[in-house]
């Protein structure tokens, strides 16, 4: 299963959200801080949506340690880009677990310290707000309500 996490990333790296998006298995359950727990097409959608936003923004992903068997793998993966609403340069270190279901990905959590992205991300108010519950809540509900939006916004134009 080495390979579906070598795929992923290399996809990611390529900003190509649809050969991400055919990495996970239709019951994909996903989970990080910023969005907390996305399933099925919504964590799809997010990685189509992240995808587009950054092409041709100098967007970088470099990806290490994947270690899989059958039923379970783990990588560590840094992305390197620029945070759209402040134009702040983000290098973001982050570790992955995984459990894979028919070969492809079905669980797949990110972690990655929130306050160190944020101080990146937004400066001073990073700095400061970055440990608080109070951030990782609002920050939640502003990458779903992106998500939502783009999901409508899909689902119009297709």
Same mark, same amino acid.
């Given at each position: @299963? #080495?390979?579906?996490?070598?795929?992923?990333?290399?996809?990611?790296? /390529?900003?190509?959200?649809?050969? @991400?998006?055919?990495?996970?298995?239709?019951? %994909?359950?996903?989970?990080?801080?910023?969005?907390?727990?996305?399933?099925?097409?919504?964590?799809?959608? !997010?990685?189509? !949506?992240?995808?587009?936003? $950054? $092409?041709?923004?100098?967007? *970088?992903?470099?990806?290490?340690? %994947?270690?899989?068997?059958?039923?379970?793998?783990?990588?560590?993966?840094?992305?390197?880009?620029?945070?759209? #609403?402040?134009?702040?340069?983000?290098?973001? /270190?982050?570790?992955?677990?995984?459990?894979?279901?028919?070969?492809?990905?079905? #669980?797949?959590?990110?972690?990655?310290?929130?306050?160190?992205?944020?101080? $990146?991300? !937004?400066?001073? *108010?990073?700095? %400061? !707000?970055?440990?608080?519950?109070?951030? &990782? &809540?609002?920050?939640?509900? $502003?990458?779903?309500?992106?998500?939502? *939006?783009?999901?409508?916004?899909?689902?119009?134009?297709?």
């Amino acid at each position: @299963m #080495k390979n579906i996490i070598e795929t992923f990333y290399t996809a990611l790296n /390529r900003c190509d959200g649809k050969a @991400m998006a055919a990495c996970y298995h239709d019951a %994909i359950i996903f989970e990080d801080p910023a969005f907390g727990i996305l399933k099925g097409d919504r964590a799809k959608a !997010m990685w189509l !949506m992240l995808c587009e936003s $950054q $092409q041709g923004k100098g967007f *970088k992903v470099e990806f290490s340690n %994947i270690e899989a068997n059958d039923n379970s793998g783990s990588a560590h993966w840094e992305a390197f880009y620029t945070f759209s #609403k402040t134009g702040r340069k983000v290098y973001n /270190r982050i570790d992955a677990k995984f459990e894979f279901k028919d070969g492809l990905i079905i #669980k797949h959590t990110d972690t990655f310290n929130l306050h160190q992205w944020a101080k $990146q991300a !937004m400066g001073f *108010k990073g700095l %400061i !707000m970055g440990r608080t519950r109070y951030f &990782s &809540s609002k920050l939640k509900i $502003q990458t779903n309500s992106m998500l939502n *939006k783009y999901i409508a916004k899909k689902k119009l134009s297709d």
